[in-house]
């Protein structure tokens, strides 16, 4: 199993554009989330979705789009870029019930300038 | 508001040695801690703790959770070069199954 793929792994912006950033799972998990990370804040909920047609905000949404249109996929989308943007982006998912535990994704690091 | 902070920051050690990583948490509603380590990628997970004074252990690492104290431990004994990573800890709350709040981890350096 793939598990959680995240593309692209690297993406440079300038302030302004526009981009999505890709998250799919092969698990069936109907949980899915975003976060970013960002040096000596740890890790920061953007926003998640318990299932297809279903999400939420996390702690600091905005800037960012989300939609979950099928179980596998929920990207996230970057309407206008700001500088403050720049980090290193995660996907995470887990069954809704049950096991608590979080798949990361290998991560997506974006500059914006 | 609900609040994880670990220590120390960083820490660098020597092949050989025991290292102890720290995470207390001021939460309401709180149902478990989950630790995990962060090589270059994906964190990956190690240890969830949901009970108080249970160990946790697999190897060389091993986790106990203090609710009372608010706090847990991780330990790394005979630490290895491979040891060498970020280690985080989240906590889940009861009353949000959709919410971790992770700390900003502990930074561990194993020297040769």
């Known amino acids: 199993n793939a598990g959680v793929t995240q593309t692209p792994k690297f993406q440079v912006l300038k302030t302004g554009q526009s981009m999505t950033l890709q998250c799919a799972q092969d698990?069936?998990?109907?949980?899915m989330s975003w976060y970013r990370q960002d040096p000596g804040m740890g890790l920061r909920l953007i926003h998640y979705?318990?299932?297809?047609?279903?999400?939420d905000q996390g702690e600091v949404p905005n800037g960012y789009n989300v939609s979950r249109s099928t179980t596998e996929d929920f990207p996230l989308r970057l309407l206008s870029a700001a500088p403050s943007q720049t980090s290193v982006y995660f996907c995470a998912s887990r069954p809704r019930r049950g096991d608590e535990k979080l798949f990361f994704g290998s991560g997506t690091q974006l500059s914006v300038l | 508001e609900d609040k994880v902070v670990q220590s120390p920051l960083s820490l660098v050690v020597h092949e050989g040695d025991t290292v102890t990583l720290n995470c207390s948490y001021e939460?309401?509603?709180?149902?478990?801690l989950l630790w995990y380590k962060q090589e270059k990628k994906a964190p990956t997970f190690l240890f969830m703790l949901t009970s108080s004074g249970i160990e946790k252990k697999s190897g060389r690492l091993s986790s106990i959770l203090d609710k009372k104290e608010l706090f847990s431990i991780l330990n790394i004994t005979a630490t290895q070069t491979g040891d060498s990573a970020v280690y985080l800890c989240?906590?889940?709350?009861?009353?949000?199954?959709?919410?971790?709040?992770f700390g900003s981890g502990t930074k561990l350096n194993v020297k040769p």
């Open positions: 939460v309401t509603n709180f149902r478990s």
């Open positions: 979705s318990v299932g297809a047609g279903i999400t």
């Open positions: 698990m069936n998990h109907e949980y």
């Open positions: 989240a906590v889940w709350l009861v009353y949000n199954f959709n919410k971790f709040y």
